[in-house]
């Protein structure tokens, strides 16, 4: 069973070499787009915004300022607010041990809308927090300076959440000076309630996300609005070597008045249930949340969650997208099981599944028609028996499994901090759900899924110094979108689309981004919510097929003369790093690997000139969108020889290879300024030219290997160097010695289980005979974790001696569990571990403690 737990994170390091997600199409550096900054000297860390869509405002809490500044244009300061810590707090703060330069300042947290005057604000004020009210007329505080312990955290490092709902703020933060104490609390004048401070409630928890759903208002049985909470948590339900985290989702009820005795001014519907979001066939568990998004929508029948999760042991920066249906999530809650925790051998806890009889009206459940008719008009009526299990029992056994059972999009190589979704109607009808998910080096994803697959459509680098974006806000106003990016050096504005960057029709259509259609009357890319009208000819395809496209062939080709045994370049690039670029000279496919030629990323190099090679080179970008190939020629060159000995050569000035003519300065043939990409000749050809021989550098490369989306990539090999070297020393160290005695522990169990044969034989007759146990799959062993008793310690023993049975406690006991495969990862399992089953101990399953006699 410890080695269950030892197996899952044993698939985490094997599993993680696998290659995974789609290549964002284009990459635009930050120079390349037009991006609206916003930051002022000597402030830092704008972590918070709020976005008044009504008000076209953005609000900006920074460390120790809260900015007012236009909304559609952040370049535009509109207010400022000074909010300082005074020198006493500094000192007394300082005098705690904190240092006086950093922590000790005043950082905005809490920056909620009130109603139209005013904004609630909470700062951590030297770990004094405080709020206030912000009138928005005059852009002053209040000067209220409520006590904001339990809303803010003490220390600027530590997370939180909050939402305000009707004037009443919901948060998740930490209650005290040393962040020790977790709470998610409602700060109310009537009836302010608070979480239960004990580890089955919160078990040093994470905050990431909180925000409210509105009860259906056509639905008939009276539900309540419910504020839902995303946090990871140190697991109870799970046996690790160490802290194993889990993802959660926990909510309360917006009516909740809490309990008249029991629960007592704290939540009586609180209740939490874990997240999911791994790769079942690949072993890959995602346990750490980072960031929600709830898409509400008009057409959507129920709100989607979206998360993006890395897991624990992230050393190779794997990150995924994972939604969930709200009414999932409601069912979890509404029908699923609840845990139990039972004491065994006097001081170890384990929780397992309480399937004992439930108390009526169901514990946590919010007040709804059907209770008031059983007479319980709020919670304060609420039977002393309901409450205590609701007490006792916040986290359900069931989990959240999301939609399709799988992640939506898995990307290695970055980690995604931040994700908002707009939900956008395409040409052609077809809605799409578009991800903008911000990495930790400034950069910004945007996706869509497709046909079961994943497509990135573009990667933008918001932040040039590459620091991690830590908020991120999308306006989806009418014909008004934009994206607000906050990080520790500013804020960055920046449309959902950048349209009119594509030049021409096959590269808008290929780009596949449901903002973009091309208008052939002006033969440009629009972005067609900016739009007043949407014409019938316009050209949009979300499945790639750009052959409706008929650009037109501008033959403006570029003239180069060159001398015998110079070297010339010509210039080519092109910004798909899907796309393939094809040389050909007179109309033949260019044998660039001959080391005549060059290739480079943007260029190609032809050495020693002669004769034979004047005459026309074209470059072309070969994109293949399922099975379908588009060229499109990106550049002309034409080169002839120049007769005359001394020349005035071009702009650029190409090196010659040593040998040659010593005499004569070796400058020559040349590539002409300014010939991008895109503004050369394009024309469609149609899907006939040979293949590319030869991959243009690493990020082509890279590009062929990952086109295909990642569910579609069976088992590709991994490289085993890409794993190492994304280590540190220390990390290696331990996984070293941790695999190392994982092996011997292994080694040494199976030879005593009589899995080896030869001398191990003679070892293991000197143990006692063991009874062989059938092999296990994982959720089999998932769930013999979850709801085995164990022993902490009990790793060590599995080693050498005999396992110990569970001592009889007087619980049901089940015969063996197993009955699938195990499946020790794919291509770098161990033999080992491949041969022989690990001995995944499932025979005890205890059923519930006190309650039910079965
Ligand atoms: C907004 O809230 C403040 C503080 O509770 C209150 O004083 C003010 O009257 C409210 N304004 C409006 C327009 O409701
Ligand atoms: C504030 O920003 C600075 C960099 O400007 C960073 O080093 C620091 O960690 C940030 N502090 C918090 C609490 O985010
Ligand atoms: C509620 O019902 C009205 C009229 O029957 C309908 O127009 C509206 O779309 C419904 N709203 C929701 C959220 O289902
Ligand atoms: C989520 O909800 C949609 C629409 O309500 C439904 O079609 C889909 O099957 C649901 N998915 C899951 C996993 O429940
Ligand atoms: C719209 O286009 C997409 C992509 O080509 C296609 O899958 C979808 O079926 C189309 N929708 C309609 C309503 O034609
Ligand atoms: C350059 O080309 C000539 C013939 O065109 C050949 O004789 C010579 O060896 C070549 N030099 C190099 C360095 O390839």
Redesign the pocket.
């Known amino acids: 069973m410890a080695l269950c737990a030892l197996y899952a994170v044993w698939a985490i390091f094997v599993e993680v070499a696998v290659t995974f997600g789609p290549v964002p199409r284009i990459t635009w550096e930050h120079r390349e787009v037009q991006l609206i900054h916003f930051h002022e000297s000597e402030v830092?860390?704008y972590?918070t915004l709020l976005l008044s869509e009504d008000k076209d405002v953005l609000y900006v809490g920074a460390?120790e300022v809260i900015f007012a500044l236009n909304a559609v244009n952040i370049a535009e300061k509109q207010h400022e607010l000074r909010w300082k810590v005074t020198e006493d707090k500094r000192t007394k703060c300082a005098v705690k041990g904190k240092s006086e330069q950093?922590?000790c300042r005043n950082?905005v947290r809490v920056l909620q809308q009130l109603n139209d005057t005013f904004l609630y604000v909470c700062g951590?004020n030297a770990f004094q927090p405080t709020c206030d009210y912000l009138n928005l007329i005059s852009f002053e505080l209040g000067g209220k300076n409520e006590d904001g312990k339990g809303r803010c955290p003490f220390?600027?490092?530590q997370s939180y959440t909050s939402v305000m709902v009707d004037e009443e703020l919901y948060s998740g933060t930490s209650y005290n000076f040393l962040g020790s104490e977790p709470i998610i609390s409602r700060n109310s004048h009537q009836s302010p309630l608070r979480t239960e401070y004990a580890i089955p409630w919160l078990n040093e928890p994470n905050f990431v996300f909180a925000d409210v759903v509105r009860a259906d208002q056509n639905s008939t049985d009276g539900e309540d609005d419910k504020i839902y909470f995303f946090f990871t948590e140190v697991s109870v339900e799970y046996e690790f070597v160490g802290k194993l985290m889990i993802p959660r989702i926990a909510r309360v009820c917006k009516r909740d008045q809490g309990g008249l005795r029991t629960l007592q001014k704290k939540w009586t519907s609180f209740l939490k249930a874990r997240l999911i979001c791994t790769i079942p066939d690949k072993n890959l568990i995602f346990n750490i949340i980072n960031d929600v998004f709830i898409l509400k929508s008009p057409t959507l029948k129920e709100p989607v969650i979206y998360g993006v999760f890395t897991p624990q042991l992230n050393n190779v920066g794997l990150s995924a997208v994972c939604a969930y249906n709200l009414s999932t999530v409601e069912e979890v809650f509404s029908k699923g099981k609840y845990m139990q925790s039972a004491t065994v051998e006097q001081s170890h806890t384990k929780w397992v599944r309480y399937n004992g009889e439930i108390p009526n009206p169901r514990p946590g459940a919010c007040i709804n028609n059907e209770a008031r008719a059983s007479n319980y008009m709020s919670s304060l009526n609420l039977p002393d028996k309901t409450l205590q299990f609701v007490k006792d029992h916040p986290l359900m056994d069931d989990s959240v499994t999301p939609m399709g059972d799988r992640p939506r999009l898995v990307k290695r190589d970055v980690k995604y901090t931040q994700i908002v979704v707009d939900r956008v109607r395409a040409l052609n009808g077809t809605i799409y759900d578009v991800m903008f998910i911000s990495t930790d080096q400034g950069a910004l994803h945007k996706a869509i899924s497709y046909e079961n697959g994943m497509h990135i459509i573009e990667e933008t680098q918001l932040f040039p110094n590459f620091?991690p974006v830590?908020t991120l806000l999308l306006s989806s106003k009418k014909g008004r979108r934009y994206l607000y990016a906050g990080s520790?050096?500013g804020v960055v504005q920046s449309p959902v689309a950048f349209c009119d960057k594509y030049t021409t029709c096959v590269d808008c259509v290929l780009a596949r981004d449901p903002y973009c259609a091309w208008k052939p009357l002006e033969a440009s890319c629009v972005d067609i919510f900016k739009e007043s009208e949407i014409e019938r000819n316009w050209i949009q395809n979300i499945g790639g097929d750009a052959s409706s496209c008929s650009d037109k062939v501008r033959e403006n080709s570029l003239q180069h003369t060159f001398k015998h045994g110079s070297t010339a370049e010509l210039k080519c690039s092109q910004k798909s790093n899907l796309a393939q670029v094809v040389w050909k000279f007179k109309d033949d496919v260019l044998r660039v690997e001959s080391p005549k030629y060059r290739l480079l990323e943007k260029a190609l190099l032809i050495f020693n000139l002669s004769e034979g090679d004047s005459g026309v080179y074209q470059c072309l970008s070969e994109e293949k969108v399922k099975n379908k190939k588009f060229s499109q020629v990106l550049a002309k060159h034409v080169l002839e020889l120049k007769k005359v000995q001394h020349t005035t050569a071009g702009p650029t000035v190409a090196a010659a290879p040593t040998e040659g003519n010593s005499d004569v300065p070796k400058v020559s043939a040349v590539s002409t300024e300014g010939s991008t990409t895109q503004t050369s000749t394009t024309q469609i050809v149609p899907v006939t030219t040979a293949r590319i021989t030869k991959p243009i550098g690493p990020v082509l490369t890279s590009a062929a290997s990952n086109t295909e989306l990642f569910n579609s990539i069976p088992d590709a090999v991994p490289e085993k160097t890409m794993f190492l070297k994304s280590n540190d020393n220390f990390l290696l160290m331990f996984l070293f010695l941790f695999f190392f005695i994982l092996f011997l522990c292994l080694l040494s169990y199976n030879c005593y289980k009589g899995y080896l044969p030869g001398q191990c034989l003679k070892f293991r007759s000197v143990m006692l005979l063991g009874k062989k146990k059938t092999k296990s799959d994982f959720s089999d062993c998932e769930q013999s974790v979850k709801e085995t008793l164990v022993e902490q310690g009990s790793i060590s023993h599995q080693s050498g001696e005999q396992p110990k049975p569970a001592h009889d406690t007087g619980y049901e006991t089940e015969p063996d569990c197993g009955n699938g495969q195990l499946q020790p990862g794919d291509v770098l399992a161990p033999r080992e571990a491949k041969d022989k089953p690990f001995d995944v101990k499932c025979e005890l399953k205890y059923a519930d403690s006190d309650v039910e006699g079965d």
Do not use: G, I, K, L
């Open positions: 830092s860390n972590s460390r950093t922590e950082y951590t220390d600027p490092a620091e830590q520790n050096s």
